[in-house]
T-cell receptor, first 120, second 113 residues
Framework: ETGVTQTPRHLVMGMTNKKSLKCEQH?????MYWYKQSAKKPLELMFV???????ENNSVPSRFSPECPNSSHLFLHLHTLQPEDSALYLC???????????????????FGPGTRLTVL | AQKITQTQPGMFVQEKEAVTLDCTYD???????LFWYKQPSSGEMIFLIY??????QNATEGRYSLNFQKARKSANLVISASQLGDSAMYFC??????????FGAGTILRVKS
């Protein structure tokens, strides 16, 4: 496989369930990101990892828990979600090591196809 | 405040014609990057083009070009020879420190045959 993949593509869960979203990048990149895209709102950055270390937590509720076991994989663990958490969750990766300067080559983020989450 | 503004919620263009999608930005950082992404109905965000704040030339990638006017803080996307497959949502985004992206609200483009 190439690029950035996400599984599952669609997920329906109840408010008491626990589920996980998976993202895998096959680009040899060093940074990975989680974004949330709700209807009628711009994309919101949730978490950023650089070399498997979390460098950004954008005031996200604790019911969302990220995990980055290595530079190729990123997970988003979900528990006791609310209906307003229903959205498209997008994963992205970029080549550069954050904080070391940027360019088009290192900074461009490549996105996966997203997981469409519905919370009942 | 770091902000991206896309004032066109929706645009129509005739197939084979050119179309310009507007984007203005607000930042006090001297170094920044501007991106355009395409999002078809399938949901994936597809990278189209990048312009760095210090780049002297306007960026071009095939049928896509970026009309970068730094003094006006605008970074409009021009799509030449529109195709039916260009119908999608288009997002302008700005890179901030730490490679965080701030996105605009998007413009829906519909190409008519």
């Amino acid at each position: 496989e190439t690029g950035v993949t996400q599984t599952p593509r669609h997920l329906v869960m109840g408010m008491t369930n626990k589920k996980s979203l998976k993202c895998e990048q096959h680009l040899g990149h060093n940074a990975m990101y989680w974004y949330k895209q709700s209807a009628k709102k711009p994309l919101e950055l949730m978490f950023v990892y650089s070399l498997e270390e979390r460098v950004e937590n954008n005031s996200v509720p604790s019911r969302f828990s990220p995990e980055c076991p290595n530079s190729s994989h990123l997970f988003l663990h979900l528990h006791t979600l609310q209906p307003e958490d229903s959205a498209l969750y997008l994963c992205a990766s970029s080549q550069g090591i954050l904080g070391t300067g940027g360019s088009a080559l290192t900074d461009t983020q490549y996105f996966g196809p997203g997981t469409r989450l519905t919370v009942l | 405040a770091q902000k991206i503004t896309q004032t066109q919620p929706g645009m129509f263009v005739q197939e084979k014609e050119a179309v310009t999608l507007d984007c203005t930005y607000d930042t006090s950082d001297p170094s920044y990057g501007l991106f355009w992404y395409k999002q078809p109905s399938s949901g994936e965000m597809i990278f189209l083009i990048y312009q760095g704040s210090y780049d002297q030339q306007n960026a071009t990638e095939g049928r896509y070009s970026l009309n970068f006017q730094k003094a006006r803080k605008s970074a409009n996307l021009v799509i030449s020879a529109s195709q039916l497959g260009d119908s999608a949502m288009y997002f302008c985004a700005m890179r901030l420190y730490g490679n965080k992206l701030v996105f605009g609200a998007g413009t829906i483009l519909r190409v008519k045959s």
